[in-house]
T-cell receptor
Framework: AQKVTQAQTEISVVEKEDVTLDCVYE???????LFWYKQPPSGELVFLIR??????QNEISGRYSWNFQKSTSSFNFTITASQVVDSAVYFC??????????FGKGNQVVVIP | NAGVTQTPKFQVLKTGQSMTLQCAQD?????MYWYRQDPGMGLRLIYY???????DKGEVPNGYNVSRLNKREFSLRLESAAPSQTSVYFC?????????????FGPGTRLTVT
């Protein structure tokens, strides 16, 4: 069975600090994809990134960056120079061959002005 | 282009009542999904439909039924609501099964069962 663990439940940072969210996954599949979604206070789920198991290159998109390491089964997410608009719940998820997503429990990020 | 729409946005039911949550997508996606979100639990898959005419159970299917009415619409029915079904329900859609593509989510339905 697929499993995603996000250990930290709530993380508070002061604006402009960096914050890193840890995601550890378990799967027996050799081909798999990982995702990060953002859920702002308004409640909708916003897709952030999709990464496949064959591509371990780090990715940067503006203030967001992702570090994928197969050796430790981790797909961590860093927000650099956090802003109040980054306050949200962030979910890491793993997809199987039937396109079923297994979500972690989420990280609540609170950015204090 | 509305994406994924859900109705209603809010609903209060009494224990034992029934209701159907509606979901529609206009992205010509083959796959559709129903998730529930409970505090501290993340999202959990209730049922999914890989293509029109097929449905399968997810992680937490008990107490629910689904209907894939056509390619666009996928409904979730609670036959006899229980307080344990108080949750936020999200519908999602995605391209072909096996494509490992991202799913697109609706705005959610907040359901309270008293």
């Amino acid at each position: 069975a697929q499993k995603v663990t996000q250990a930290q439940t709530e993380i508070s940072v002061v604006e402009k600090e960096d914050v890193t969210l840890d995601c550890v996954y378990e799967t027996r599949d050799t081909t798999y994809y990982l995702f990060w979604y953002k859920q702002p206070p308004s409640g909708e789920l916003v897709f952030l990134i999709r990464r496949n198991s064959f591509d371990e290159q780090n990715e940067i998109s503006g203030r967001y960056s992702w570090n994928f390491q197969k050796s430790t089964s981790s797909f961590n997410f860093t927000i650099t120079a956090s802003q109040v608009v980054d306050s949200a719940v962030y979910f890491c998820a793993l997809i199987d061959g039937n396109n079923r997503l297994a979500f972690g429990k989420g990280n609540q990020v609170v950015v204090i002005p | 282009n509305a994406g994924v729409t859900q109705t209603p946005k809010f609903q209060v039911l009494k224990t034992g009542q029934s209701m159907t949550l509606q979901c529609a997508q206009d992205m010509n996606h083959n796959s559709m999904y129903w998730y529930r979100q409970d505090p501290g639990m993340g999202l959990r898959l209730i049922y999914y439909s890989a293509s029109e005419g097929t449905t399968d159970k997810g992680e937490v299917p008990n107490g629910y039924n689904v209907s894939r009415l056509n390619k666009r619409e996928f409904s979730l029915r609670l036959e006899s609501a229980a307080p344990s079904q108080t949750s936020v329900y999200f519908c999602a859609s995605g391209p072909l099964t096996g494509s490992f593509s991202e799913q697109y989510f609706g705005p959610g339905t907040r359901l309270t069962v008293t």
